[in-house]
């Protein structure tokens, strides 16, 4: 049988993908700009968690330097979006 901390990792692990799966959507549909941007960041978040949830489970430190890398990516990436949905330009 499975121990509790199994199970709570799968069911992390359906929610996280339902998110990614829900923010897809919200990247490919969304009415504005604005709400474009808005999906994709909660995606960076949502893959930065989903790389979290799976070092837990293989026991793995590479997840953790992954889930890093993809934080700051997202971070580096919506900032540019946002500097470029204000100004029209991304370099002064």
Do not use: N
């Amino acid at each position: 049988m499975d121990t509790l901390l199994e199970i709570a990792i799968g069911y992390a692990l359906v929610c996280v993908l339902l998110a990614m799966l829900l923010c897809t959507l919200r990247l490919l549909i969304g009415p504005s700009a604005h709400d474009r941007v808005l999906a994709l960041d909660t995606l960076w978040i949502s893959a930065m968690l989903l790389a979290i949830v799976l070092g837990i489970r293989f026991g793995t430190q590479v997840y953790f330097e992954v889930a890093l890398l993809v934080a700051l990516f997202g971070f580096a990436s919506t900032v540019a979006l946002a500097k470029f949905l204000m100004r029209g330009e991304i370099i002064e």
